[in-house]
């Protein structure tokens, strides 16, 4: 497998060596990209492709849809739409009612919550992350393929 095809095309299994590989190259990309202002973000947003690409022909690898991927960004729009919805309220009352030690706990609570559901958010995609990567793929072909070599290409009894 070409890291184009790893990286840009959703389609086809990849195994976990390939997988972790490619993971490694993109998280190292992302602090890259992060030091360049602007373009930088510009860059991040453009690294979602290809993040959403090498996690779907991991999940293919072991028979899951593709779709699975959007789970971990649900989880984090859900927290961001519940902390700030929350959070946010509270700590917006917490500063309309003046500087007292009553305003100042309602809106570090507010903070505490928006927090709180970033970390929880964290670890669902740590843990989707740690499911993906580790679990194992299956043995012979399913419905997106053959199975994938150690290293994505495809194994020599399937390449003849």
Known sequence: MSWKDLFLSANGRVGQSAFWIGFLILFVAGFVVQIIPVLGQILAIAMIYPWI???SKRLHDFGKSGWLVLLPFAVWIGALCIGFFLGGASMIAGAMSG???VAAATAF???GLILGLMGLAGLVNLLFLLWVGLSKGD????AYGPPAGPLGNAPPAAAA
């Open 53 to 55: 690409c090498l996690f």
């Open 109 to 111: 609570g507010g903070a």
């Open 99 to 101: 500087y007292n030690d």
């Open 139 to 142: 043995e012979g072909p399913n």
